[in-house]
């Protein structure tokens, strides 16, 4: 039995990269992508991406890792790169659209991005970004996407600018060679992607995935939603968000249809649902919300065919989650983080269950679940004994999980990397929650510091310290509001420095924040007090304020 | 990026044994196993295999790689040693039950089983096998499987032998500790499991597989198969047959129920496709014959909802396939060996298809296909050359794969190991294909020795060695030949001495075999001739006797 060891025709790393080219066999001319009046089959895709990775190739080489940036929304090109920029040995960094220039600016420069692919429609947020860069550094390479047909013209370029786009993105297809073998990793722990978290200018924390942890967390996620071969994706969640929690690559496992779309919008999603026919989308539950909430609701007119809707990032009101059912959605509910590359918790649904009366069914539904089965362990544990806390649904812990999609870790930042990740070998998440005495994880407060409005990830220190900046100001807290439509909204607890002339109003405050921060990011409320509330060692009682936030009117 | 390195938080080594403690809290009360009146829960299931585990553990101890084996039928306990061996820290074999005494005698004093797990209508068989053991040699502890209800009762032990069974499956799992903690593999590559893959008695190939690969093969062939939550699935596949192509563990990753069932029989079948409501099942083609031809089909009586049939080791015919169709069977077809621990390729069929004429169906579904997404690559080589042959559906080559399923060799055979993987870190499966124009491949003939009867692998060398043990011939050649029923079955050519004073008949020839081998390999037919046809360097032309067998009346 010592003799037999791994060879190499077992060895082979685990990529989803393949799937690409698998899926252009077994699905050649089944439609691939969709988007307006474009549309390609898998053939087209499988080829078109082999002729961007040589292009990215040729420009940068593949000795070394690179890092190709994108700031794009959901649109044909977003989904090619998704493979391109692997296939071709570089790194992909996707970016948030929402975020600001500054902000960008710092990802572009931390991630040492040499290329970037731009949708036309964030041209001018990247240019920006660019001009911010420092006199002497190198700016990346910028090539510009105009491949999609739904929008106004391209504008002539900005002719102040001193930055310019190299090319298109469709010339860098048109010009690859069809024949390009792709760059398979040397390792299945090489780096395969890089996803900010959180957009600080002080410390951007990049997660980076390696190429086996993209496999598992692809192939556990469509055995965890149960995804069937050849769905119809319509693509509400931003691929910029965990890549899509790795359902991009997952389309080619199974031979899906991606329906793109650039912005959400409830008429528009009714009307593809009808048009191609889809059968799944995944969406934060801000979004589920704003779906039940359309006029299509009003008419109660069902859904001609159910469509499974994925949702994550707090468990969807019993009321949302009714109304959607009763349209014909079949609401599915996890848990993830981007450390952990998309889902490893989930609802764990039981056909059994289908027969409870509909609270009951909310109810069940609201907890975030088990484990999937990519993951190999979850727990709740104590912060400071680091124990098991009981499975009686009451005692609270941290959440942490260990298994094959968890980071290799934070970009440049061994610190924050050895704070979440301990020597124990566990992830520490920094959410909260209670192990129910059946083994469903229920989670009892969000991550410490941030807070998830309209799905995206707020970090509440981030908005604290440019309040901090503001000279009134004597204290601040920012801590989540629940809020109907985006699920939560910043609020900040403020108290001013005595004897100004005059004091700031709420109006102030948030118009401050604007002027620095993505606008996603500013309060929505602004609450005066004289003194923020302290423990004994004079540190600031969130919980406290949290309660405050959630009983203001 | 390069302090970027594996952590203890993500290299949880993959195996698929922690899917039972997740069934046990994801589908705790839900069916895990029915067996005529006796019914599991996945909590059960995971306590009673937890029991077993501590049992094995405290029997043989952990520290060393012992061997399991069990000879048994599609019965609960054959499920529940699926998980609790080589949760104990041991490596599970199971032998094929139609084997003979001898042959089982070799393999268990091969794998040097140190103990074994006996299904009660294999007693005697096993006794048997035993007392074959070389006198000095120290036997494998035995435990009854005594807990099925459907059979005769236990015959009185048979005072003669000299053997005696240890103790009782049940008692075993009574006696153990559900707090057991199971022994995580230190490195995934740690061997788990060991099939046999031919019984000969001069050099028996047992394929041993790793938790990493049996992860793998068991997630992939969930994915290709797009097995939903909760199916009811009909162990019409014998689970000694590559462990059930690993759908014994994939069972437990979406809470299956699994209906256990001892003998094939089209009636019993249909009986417990209505009562159970089976939406899964796995067979042979020469099953799914006999389930097409059923006086079910007679009445021609429609199931009263699809059933999903995963069929390989030989295309169905176009006949059988549109028979089952008619039925309300779903036919899905794959290709894989028990060194690749399940299906490699499947048919890869597309929804759009559906719509074509029945016979285009049946010949589209009759080519293995594509690669499944957990194999890495699949290719046709010419056998000198190395290179891939033409992709024009005519050019013939050997079938040669590679993926993280692929075993980690034969035990204690580093020569077969080294002759079937060779440098190129291909696995060359022996079997001989075609790759057609749109990627999909075609099986052109069997694996050169091998002939499938009835879903059982006959090698055609120890057939011929049996037969040139008699002294009346003078050469022999064993091929497949063609059968409704069976698939194949062996057809001997055998040349005689001359000058004999009798000369042996058919019947003296295939009697002979019986007495030696295992029923199922003796020829079922026997073709005299004067001389075998041969090719100028001796070697007998095997290709032009499967032809002469083909067209035997």
Known sequence: MENLKPSAANSSVLTPLGFLERASIAYSDCSSIIHNTTTYTWSQTHRRCLQLASSIAALLGIKERHVVSVVAFNIPAMYELHFAVPMSGAILNTINTRLDARTISVLLRHSQSRLVFVDQQCRSLVLQSISLFPPNSQPPILVLITDDDDDALMPAPSSSSTVEFTTTYESMVEGGDPRFEWVRPKSEWDPMVLNYTSGTTSSPKGVVHCHRGIFIKTVDSLIDWAVPKQPVYLWTLPMFHANGWCFTWGMAAVGGTNICLRKFDASTVYGLIDRHGITHMCCAPAVLNMLSNSPHNKKEQPLKNPVHILTAGAPPPASVLLR?????????????????AGLVVSCGWRKEWNSFPAKERARLKARQ??????????????????????????SVGEIVVKGG?????????????????????????????????????????????????????????????VIYSNPDVEEVAVVARPDELWGETPCAFVSLKKGLDINPCEKDIIEFCRQRLPHFMAPRTVVFKDELPKTSTGKIQKFLLREIAKSLP
Chains 1, 2 share one sequence.
């Open 324 to 340: 959607a059912e009763s349209l014909g959605f079949v609401v599915s509910h996890g848990y993830g983080l981007t450390e952990t």
């Open 369 to 394: 679940g088990v484990r999937t089965i990519g993951l190999a362990q979850l727990d709740v544990v104590d912060r400071n004994t680091k124990e098991s806390v009981k499975r009686d649904g009451c």
């Open 405 to 465: 999609s968890v980071m290799l870790g934070y970009l440049k930042d061994a610190e924050a990397t050895s704070l979440c990740i301990g020597n124990e070998g566990w992830l520490y998440t920094g959410d909260v929650g209670v192990m129910h005495v059946d083994g469903y994880l229920e989670i009892k407060d969000r991550r410490k510091d941030v807070i998830i409005s309209g799905g995206e990830n707020v970090c509440s220190a981030e908005v604290e310290s």
